[in-house]
């Protein structure tokens, strides 16, 4: 399982070394006078500080050499992926597992799943624990940090055994810097190995701004601007049906006015909402709280 052996990071000082036969002729010589032991002693004595001198230059270090390795998977659960491939994916590591897995060598995996945060869903294991295709941990799926996960997986990773990280996602985050922590796992030892997430093209749709008129008033109707943009190339003629909700938000309160279904076509599309100030403290908020894609049309 282990295997020890010494190494070397400066080994240009071990030619240092060659100084031991000179100092014994020299020294063989000049301490005549001490008689036959207590020269044979001091030579000795001097030969060791020299060889110890020389090792420390030499940077001489002990090393154990392990063959246990331990694999983290790390899942991206975000609403960006389709159900289908979550799947897809939950079948890939539990393949890679039964390829790879090798219980002799008291090989260990475990799996995170991650959104916006990242969370244990099999904790460190040596033994073959099929991932079930139903994820258990509960996650915000609106937000991607692969830099969380990254983080998540270098804590646990134990020291005696070769640390390996495989990330399947699409690539696509909105939070933290996954390129910063891939490259801290790199400088620490850590493998690192990406198995893309390919996604065909979809339609992406999203709040470009609300427009509320400045001089609105309390108990005074006024005309309220949604701005939808839909990025599907304009001669695709690919339209998004999907649901917008909007909050009214006054102090703590969070009520909604407008829940309703909308047909968004490529580019820029306006709806307009009346609505009335009912309170001084008054702040429209657009939250897409699920903007579903239900079928393009088109």
């Known amino acids: 399982m282990f295997q020890h052996d010494f190494t070397f990071d400066s080994p240009a000082y071990l030619g240092l ?3 031991l036969p000179l100092m014994w002729w ?5 301490l005549s006078g001490l008689g036959q032991w207590r020269r044979l002693t001091a030579l000795s004595l001097r030969s060791l500080v020299l060889l110890i001198i020389v090792l420390a230059l030499a940077d001489m270090q002990f090393r154990r050499r ?3 390795l331990t694999v983290i998977y790390l ?3 975000s609403l960006s992926i389709p159900v289908d491939q979550r799947r897809a994916m939950v079948d890939y590591v539990n393949a890679s597992i039964d390829q790879h897995h090798d219980e002799a060598l008291n090989d260990r995996y475990a799996v995170i799943v991650f959104g916006r945060d990242a969370a244990v869903e099999i904790p460190l ?10 994820i258990e941990t509960m ?7 692969l830099a969380l996960a990254i983080q998540r997986a270098k804590a646990m990773f134990p020291f005696d055994a070769a640390k390996r990280i495989v990330l399947i996602s699409d690539g696509n985050q909105n939070q933290g810097d996954a390129q910063r922590d891939a490259r801290a796992a790199a400088a620490t030892g850590v493998s690192i190995d990406v198995v893309p997430v390919m996604l065909s093209a979809r339609s992406e749709v999203s709040v470009e701004k609300i427009d509320v008129p400045a001089g609105a008033r309390k108990g005074q109707p006024f005309e309220m601007r949604v701005v939808l943009r839909n990025d599907s190339p304009k001669d695709s003629g690919l339209s998004v049906a999907g649901k917008l909700r909007i909050v009214r938000k006054t102090g703590q ?5 407008v829940e309703q279904e ?4 490529p580019g820029k599309r306006v709806f307009t909402i009346s609505e009335e100030i009912s309170s001084p403290i008054f702040i429209p908020t657009k939250r897409i709280l699920r903007l579903t894609i239900l079928r393009p049309t088109g």
Do not use: A, F, K, M
């Open 139 to 145: 996650l915000d799926p609106e937000y991607t940090d």
């Open 262 to 265: 909308v047909e968004v076509p």
């Open 17 to 19: 070394l060659v100084l």
């Open 75 to 77: 899942l991206d659960q």
């Open 66 to 68: 392990s063959d246990q």
């Open 125 to 134: 294991v040596n033994v073959n624990i099929p991932l079930s295709r139903q």
């Open 253 to 257: 309160r969070e009520e909604t006015i």
């Open 26 to 30: 020299i020294g063989y010589r000049s």
